[in-house]
Structures are given as structure tokens and as C-alpha cells.
């Protein structure tokens, strides 16, 4: 079953650091999509990203953070300098088409900003 | 309420009874998810039903959709101890913003 894999599973970083979360979401997806879950609290949608644009942001993601697709295989979360706040699982997903079949989510990474 | 609310938040059974799980949501939708995540992991897709359907089934999962009362159900057959997790809810009333309920934490004793 193909899988969308995040890299790192954990990163600790020291608060107005720079981040970059990895995903590699699935090959033949088009749609690719970031959501965060801060402890104990509702999975939250980030941003999605079709054709190399962003096509819906939230509130949550100002001007803090940015997203990115260097390649054909990576999809990038990157927060300019982080806030204690910022810690929380966070969550890449793709699709093939945009809401017909669901989304596939990968593993998560736990960032912990200290 | 907010949109994909689920009830009960909490629910403890046995092994071999069924697990029943409630989402209210308030908005028109494209479809509804359902996610198992287990403590601390990754959201698994359980199953996906569209606005227009309204049962779905998935080996012993048992989804129902209701859109004259915005609310959806998740039934989990014979349940077992692997099955303890948390189950969201997903709303898509727009296409790939989805929104997540609170969750139920279902606990299932050997």
C-alpha cells in the first residue's frame, strides 16, 4: 500500500528557529495538504497545494510559515522562527483527485519548540 | 457546536460487543471521513462517504450518513482490542479543507 512518509517522526528545536518538515506524499497524487494537531486538541487544516501554488490557506498559517515543492517527490513545511506555540504533530496528506477519495496521511512529525 | 462533533467523547466496551460512534456537523458537505489514529500516530483513512450516499460499508466497519440531520455514524462490529484508538470525523464542504471533529477515544478490553 503506497504511503505518504514524513521526515523527521520528532524534531526539538529552540524557539525562533527555523523548521522544514518533510513529506514525500504519494507518486501519483496531485493534491498535497498540511494539517497540525497541537496536543490534546482538533486535528486543524494548514494549507493545500495543487500545481505549484497554494490553492486554501487557514488562519493558522500567516506569514510564518511557507510550503514548498523543490522536486518532483518532496513536499516542505517551513515555519521562519518558531513560537513555543508552534508545538504540535504535524500532519502531510495527498490525493489523487481534490476530496473524490479521501486523503492519505502520513505518520506525522512532532515538533517540540522549547 | 462546532462542524464534526462526535459523541460519545469516551466509550469503554468488551471485546466482541459493537462500538458505535456519532458525528453532528453543521455546514453542507461533499463527503465525510472517518480516521482511526492510535495514540501519538498517524491518521488512518478509514472510509470516505459522499453526500449522496448514505451507508457504507468496510469489512466490520458500518458508516451511515444523514444529511437531513447533518450527522453520520460509525459502527465498529466485533470489536477487538486492536480497534482501541481514537476515531475522528472529517468533513470536506470544501474540497480538500478538511474539518476534524473532536474525537471519541475508544477503548476496547480483552
Known amino acids: 500500500e503506497p504511503e505518504v512518509t514524513q521526515t523527521p517522526s520528532h524534531q526539538v528545536t529552540q524557539m525562533g528557529q527555523e523548521v522544514i518538515l518533510r513529506c514525500v506524499p504519494i507518486?501519483?497524487?496531485?493534491?498535497f495538504y498540511w494539517y497540525r494537531q497541537i496536543l490534546g486538541q482538533k486535528v486543524e487544516f494548514l494549507v493545500s497545494?495543487?500545481?505549484?501554488?497554494?490553492?486554501?490557506k487557514s488562519e493558522i498559517f500567516d506569514d510564518q510559515f511557507s510550503v514548498e515543492r523543490p522536486d518532483g517527490s518532496n513536499f516542505t513545511l517551513k515555519i521562519r522562527s518558531t513560537k513555543l506555540e508552534d508545538s504540535a504533530m504535524y500532519f502531510c496528506?495527498?490525493?489523487?483527485?481534490?476530496?473524490?477519495?479521501?486523503?492519505?496521511f502520513g505518520s506525522g512529525t512532532r515538533l517540540t519548540v522549547v | 457546536s462546532q462542524q464534526g462533533e462526535e459523541d460519545p467523547q469516551a466509550l469503554s466496551i468488551q471485546e466482541g460487543e459493537n462500538a458505535t460512534m456519532n458525528c453532528s456537523y453543521k455546514t453542507s458537505i461533499n463527503n465525510l471521513q472517518w480516521y482511526r489514529q492510535n495514540s501519538g500516530r498517524g491518521l488512518v483513512h478509514l472510509i470516505l462517504i459522499r453526500s449522496n450516499e448514505r451507508e457504507k460499508h468496510s469489512g466490520r466497519l458500518r458508516v451511515t450518513l444523514d444529511t437531513s440531520k447533518k450527522s453520520s455514524s460509525l459502527l465498529i462490529t466485533a470489536s477487538r482490542a486492536a480497534d482501541t484508538a481514537s476515531y475522528f470525523c472529517a468533513t470536506d464542504a470544501q474540497a480538500g479543507k478538511s474539518t476534524f471533529g473532536d474525537g471519541t477515544t475508544l477503548t476496547v478490553k480483552p
Open positions: 507518486s501519483n497524487h496531485l493534491y
Open positions: 497545494f495543487y500545481n505549484n501554488e497554494i490553492s486554501e
Open positions: 496528506a495527498s490525493s489523487r483527485r481534490q476530496g473524490a477519495y479521501g486523503y492519505t
